[in-house]
């Protein structure tokens, strides 16, 4: 959105009332919800969230990246969208790069970010799109796979014309407006459609004041809400906005913010924006310019303070933030403006995907907790998605995974450092035990590094999986090796820090869940044991050729996390279901192998042990269903030890 | 089944494997089952139960009745259905009398009586249907329209022929066997299909031989059981099995047992019957003939005798027992065969129906907690049934209760009873709640008559209701009229006799609910009270006009019921849905002046106290969602009453 060009011949007012229905998507829904309605926004448009944000005053912001070079870049960037997502921006936005081939399926194209955002980081997400020099039939192409996608936001842009000087073209898109047409044409009221605002008028426009009509057309045409241009003083900005609404535009209008990061950057945003520096910012800048960390504490600062300023004149309710795919000076302003909030409130245990299609989601099986991305690859083909009752979903089939190299779903480490971590050289299974033991406790392993992830999971331990640290630590060491696992909860509020999640005034429950690799002679001796428990312990044991021993009645799932809520029916987002258990099987032996065995050399013995460990050991999960009493689950191990002893 | 002959030209064997294959009702099922399937049983056609009691070893009974003449007689039987229900009855079967009009929708025919078994009773149910002397059409017509209606077992007789000689008719249906044939040809496996055996040989039949020739004819045209004719010597139906079982009849046999009950019963059985009756017993029956009591005792003791050396036999896992619609004898039979088994646990708080369509329902409004057989009646053309969600019923559109006086819904207690209950007559509002709180507490009213019903519950108090008693009375005699109640309750084991239902193993639980009536004067206060507990208690307030006060999010219910069980989801059967609040609406005021109103003159000062109440008086619900804590309603009415005072 740096260089902008906003013309148009005709404006065409639309008929549509303006953002007062829901779009295509929600309009079928009748005014009963099937799915309890814990997250209002969630089921909202991006429009209705900034309206309803704006009647309770709630101040908000927004982020705009750019798509990345190279796949390794990706790969931070989409570490970065989950870092910075947590301070509950409003949305994201993905800038449209036409030399980069946005369109494209390439890991680092705008259209496959964007995709990454709304699915895999769930964050409602603004995909840019250009039109100068396309074809009615590339944007039509571009905006269908946008939807297929789940992407419901879209960003109307010109882009820069293609030659040294910009000539109309017959029957093309020559403007801004002529996409926002063409958006609402083809794609009725499906996309909230987003238009670029200029608060100097835009470098080519004959004057400031037919900018701003162009701009009315822009809105007249179809847009929703306008984001602004980059300013340097609040004052440009609020006499465009009064401005604005004096020819009667009234939809919301969104400062565009830039916090000065560097010398070099802003000297190049400059360049392209065609904006001029005012002279008091050039004169605090141009001494301190090889002084990075001064550069951008004054732009920290000037951005607060201007940010401030928009705030308090009740005219601006959300900001939006020219990241440059930077953390650091965003988030400090953020924080500074006590915007940034950082909600330990979870609308469900686990993180709610933002594609409309998963709107109804609001169960999912408990195996793929650390692994919820490869959870939403696999069903990304799904028509419905379970709501409430897994037996619901009508395609209980999981997508293959056939490239575990996706890079979404690699680990974020190299192999150096996982060979550090998971040991260079293995000289048995009791070095496995020792791995896994290192992971939960959090020590260092006896070279010297900490083991802070597993082929099953590539975060530290969750805080909620601390409460178990002491048993896990036990039973690892031994050869029970623990990929998942979630205490017993009887009834806490369900705002507690840790477990809780949903709306306030409900109460969280949750059966006590063990899942583990172990040997066929421990599983042996389980069995025994699980014998006494009967009822109360539910368990599902297989290898990885598929042998599976259970005592779950017929195929049915077992609900191990619950919330009770005023108002509500029940929702039971967690569930262990025999079905998916052994597709997760696959992934989950898939993995010694994927990811660990291959550190080494074929035939080497290190890779010969995590070999014999996939094809010998196996998966197990217990629930213990007597959930307000002590959780059993770790007496079973112990009884399994005694009896092997 | 008195008089029965089967005889057939030709026999031939159905291909169908014998009920080991579920039917097409159930067969559309994949194998995940999206009901969490609490009671296997009810997902079983009545083979697969018979084959599963025989298994598993368990004795059964059965009970059957014939239609009544009159529509009062019909509401009693309704009655005894319920009651004798309770013992536990594999099924009832219900016979086809020709003369009674029995396809009709008369409140007495035999197909409306099954109908009510089934649909109201919660039931398996047999229906009888001869085919002597009826066309193809008819018969057809009859299938149709008890398949409509959700019975899904016939017992397939020839009836009795219309002339005094019978003469076989061209094309026509002339034995049983033809009426078979024509079931299995028209509604291929749909029907579970019984057929009568005779100990003795049909009386018409050429000879016994050639009468087993017959039985097997029917039993290889496609039906699944037998039930005998009674018989009076235990060997008879022992050696009839065996002769059954030599010439290759594999299905289950079930004796016919018919407990003596009086002289000129037995009498008119046997000369319809054409069987003889055993010398031993006449010599006994003879000399007691005029002392009903005795014979009755004799006939228990001669009966349970025979039904132990059966049941000893090893032969014979059920009973089939010819009730002649009484219930004593046969009841007393049963007890001491130790085979009565009144089951404390239900499968789920509410009497499931046992209508094939209605077989995943698993949850319903509170509202008619007490009014269950209106509820079946007003959701009978529903589609399908709410499953889990309560939202996912496609159709939450309730029938009109266009006919009060329907028999199956009208009060059991004539006109003069209840003006003794309810009031010869009312001098006010107060004597209103005066009834009110003698239908709670139990203690006659002034003129010395107990309350045992009222217009919306036609039952004494519920036992849990109990648990509520006190502070009920307290209310009530203030003028919070109310109508329905529950305890909150956290956790209590799914075995509990009084809160408890479902699988043993689990737990239940309930939010606190009351809804009553009450003046505008109260809601008033009311309301300012509930502004108090916030999120805490939700609640709908509508009169008789539909303006409707709440303060439920959205249209969400609110589950008020659930329970959690060792490998299973959740199931929540109860729920306070707000759009269902409004149909229970209609018919709550309605009953004020159906049952009450119109038991005075128009005009006289009685009804118009009942009709003011019914102007002006609005109706309340409460749910206090935070079921751990001490139930706050009680506070909650308390309040009010101060705030008013």
Known sequence: MVNETQQSCSGSSSSRSDGSSSGSESSKDNSRCSTPVLDAERHERLREKMRRRQDAGDKWFSLEFFPPRTANAAVNLISRFDRMGAGGPLFIDVTWHPAGDPGSDKETSSMIIANTAVNYCGLETILHMTCCNQTKDDITGHLQKAKRLGLKNIMALRGDPAGEEWEEEVDGFNYAVDLVKHIRNEFDDYFDICVAGYPKGHPEAESYEADLRHLKEKVFAGADFIITQLFFRPETFLKFMKDCQAIGITCPIIPGIFPIQGYHSLRQLV?????????????????????????????VELAVSMCRELL?????????????????????????????????????????????????????????ASRPKSYIYRTQEWDDFPNGRWGNSSSPAFGELKDYYLFYLKSKSPREELLKMWGEELTGEESVFEVFTCYITGEPNKNGYKVTCMPWNDDPLATETNLLKEQLEKVNRRGILTINSQPNINGKPSTDPIVGWGPSGGYVFQKA???????????????????????????????????????APDLQPNAVTWGIFPGREIIQPTVVDPVSFLYWKDEAFAL?????A????????????????HD??????????????????????????????
Chains 1, 2 share one sequence.
């Not at 360049?271 to 951008?296: C, G, H, M």
């Open 592 to 596: 010694w192998i994927e990811q660990w």
């Open 271 to 299: 360049k392209l924006s065609k904006l001029e520096v005012p002279q008091e910012i050039k004169d605090v800048i141009e001494p301190i310019k090889d002084n990075d960390a001064a550069i951008r504490s004054y732009g």
């Open 312 to 368: 308090d004149s009740g005219m601006v309710h959300g900001l939006h933030f020219y990241t440059l795919n930077r953390e650091v000076a965003t988030t400090e302003v953020l924080k500074r403006l006590g915007i940034w909030k950082e909600d330990p409130r979870r609308p469900l245990p686990w993180a709610v995907s933002a594609h409309p299609k998963r709107r109804v989601e609001d169960v999912r099986p408990i195996f793929w």
């Open 513 to 551: 869940y063990l899942e583990f690799f172990t040997s066929s002679e421990i599983v042996t001796a389980l069995l025994k044991v699980l014998k006494k428990y009967e009822l109360r312990v539910n368990y599902h044991i297989v290898n990885v050729k598929g042998q599976n021993i259970t005592n």
């Open 616 to 645: 010998n050991y196996y998966l197990v999960n217990l629930v213990d269903n007597d959930f307000p009493l002590e959780n059993c689950l770790w007496q079973v191990v112990e009884d399994t030890f005694e009896l092997l002893n």
């Open 598 to 613: 291959k550190l080494y050399e074929e035939e080497s013995p290190s890779r010969m042990i995590i070999q014999y460990i």
